[in-house]
């Protein structure tokens, strides 16, 4: 599996971005695709994550309410709508994909099998 993200870029706080996250490949695979960031001098953080059939969502609570997570299987893209957005947002954004069918959220990031490169976002105060 392939991973493509895109979409990143710099935005006043307050403003919107649309990142995308294209798959390829053996993507019959995949059960949960999710969205991560990392800052500099910051872990690797959950950010959304989605289940590939089901359409189920999950959020870290930073980003409930501002953020959404949805997904288009006939193009296999995933996306992450991102609305007031603030400057602790600003990171590299990860897109990962899961191959276990487990039940849970994926919050973690070592429970994903596959990685985008990551596409950066910065928000200007």
């Known amino acids: 599996v392939q991973l493509q993200a895109s979409g990143g870029g710099l935005v006043q706080a307050g403003g919107s971005l649309r990142l995308s996250c294209a798959a390829s490949?053996?993507?019959?695979?995949?059960?949960?695709m999710g969205w991560f960031r990392q800052a500099p001098g910051k872990e690797r953080e959950f950010v959304a994550a989605i289940s590939w059939n089901g359409g189920t969502t999950y959020y870290a609570d930073s980003v409930k309410g501002r953020f959404t997570i949805s997904r288009n299987s006939a193009k296999n893209t995933v996306y992450l709508q991102m609305n007031s957005l603030k400057p602790e947002d600003a990171a590299v954004y990860y897109c990962?994909?899961?191959?276990?069918?487990?039940?849970?959220?994926?919050?973690?990031?070592?429970?994903?099998?596959?990685w985008g490169q990551g596409t950066q976002v910065t928000v200007s105060s």
């Open positions: 490949g053996r993507t019959f695979i995949i059960y949960k």
């Open positions: 990962a994909a899961d191959r276990s069918p487990s039940p849970g959220p994926g919050l973690e990031h070592y429970e994903y099998d596959y």
